[in-house]
């Protein structure tokens, strides 16, 4: 078993060396097609203010912190293996910065995660106010792919969420840096990763997954992933499907519609940013777990709360780190 496990490894090192050694070298100017927009690159940014965690840790990811002048909205902390390089990069906020603190870094390149943070009716900044400045911009293809909906502001999806998005940006920002194998190596790192938990977790399709995000008090609705986003696609990769069946992005939702979804597993978020009590997984778990009625319910009852780290819930890199942490708890359970 052991020498069948070093020939596979082998011939996954041989298959990067191999995606390394043909990757071709970016040639300046370079012009890429994103959101319906077409953006030049003159040569690779060396200021770059990165909007959002997803942003901020695909370019950590493929060894760019010396390229990086700042970053914000971190809803969690940046991934353990990340925080050396994370240092030494200024963090303007964990929530949505000014347009005048991004600019006042004078960025040649502003990556986006979200709509909220770089779209038409975003408070923080528009495409336009960088570009009338001369400075390239990138929405995360995630971001994009949502329909306008006026009930959402991050919109909502007609279909599943899935890594391609995730996988096409990858490889965008190795194309914009002109590190495009690195960008191939960790595309093949996360594909062998989602294959893995796919292969493992077939036909459990009778599991409902419910992802509570957060909520300013245990009286209000609770903010979930919905049905189509990045926590659908978690449910699907495991063998399941998501219990709240919405197209909105991030749909609301009273606690008397939560317990008639009956869920399989309750999921809830570890968030860092400080916002709400409810941030706090643990808090989650004390509401669940002593309200007289929501703690009936049948995952409830039988300890089927698992926690995961809020940023997976976004479209992101984080949501396959989510899925692996999922996982994890999913294999101790008594799962019916």
Request: with cysteine; glycine share 6%; charged share 20%.
């Amino acid at each position: 078993m052991l020498i069948r496990k070093l020939v596979v490894l082998s011939g996954f090192t041989f298959s990067l060396l191999c995606s390394a050694a043909q990757a071709e070298r970016t040639s300046y100017p370079l012009t890429i097609e994103n959101c319906g927009q077409e953006v030049t690159f003159e040569k690779a940014p060396e200021r770059t203010v990165a909007l959002g965690q997803n942003s901020a840790e695909i370019l950590l990811l493929l060894g760019l912190e010396d390229r990086m002048a700042a970053t914000a909205f971190w809803p969690n902390s940046v991934l353990p293996e990340l925080a050396s390089a994370n240092n030494t990069v200024e963090m303007l906020t964990v929530e949505f910065p000014t347009l005048e603190s991004v600019l006042a870094q004078q960025p040649d390149f502003v990556p986006a995660m979200l709509v909220t943070l770089m779209g038409p009716d975003s408070k923080v900044a528009k495409r336009d106010d960088f570009e009338t400045l001369g400075i390239p911009t990138y929405l995360s293809p995630s971001a994009c792919s949502t329909a306008a909906d006026i009930k959402d502001a991050y919109g909502s999806r007609d279909e599943l969420w899935s890594m391609d998005l995730l996988y096409k940006e990858i490889e965008d920002m190795a194309r914009i840096f002109d590190v495009a194998e690195r960008g191939d190596a960790l595309i093949a790192d996360f594909k062998a990763r989602e294959a893995a938990l796919r292969d493992e977790f077939a036909g459990r399709d009778n599991l409902t997954f419910l992802f509570w995000f957060s909520s300013p008090s245990p009286a209000d609705d609770a903010y979930l992933g919905g049905g189509n986003g990045p926590s659908g696609y978690i449910a699907d990769l495991l063998g399941g499907s998501n219990a709240v069946k919405t197209e909105a992005e991030w749909p609301s939702l009273g606690w008397e519609g939560i317990m008639a979804a009956n869920p399989t597993v309750f999921v809830a978020a570890q968030v860092d940013r400080n916002r709400w009590d409810l941030d706090k997984a643990n808090n989650k778990i004390a509401y669940l777990t002593s309200d007289p009625a929501i703690s009936q319910m049948e995952a409830v009852q039988a300890g089927r709360i698992a926690v995961m780290s809020g940023a997976a819930m976004n479209p992101s890199i984080r949501t396959l780190y989510g899925a692996e942490q999922l996982a994890e708890q999913l294999r101790s359970y008594d799962l019916p």
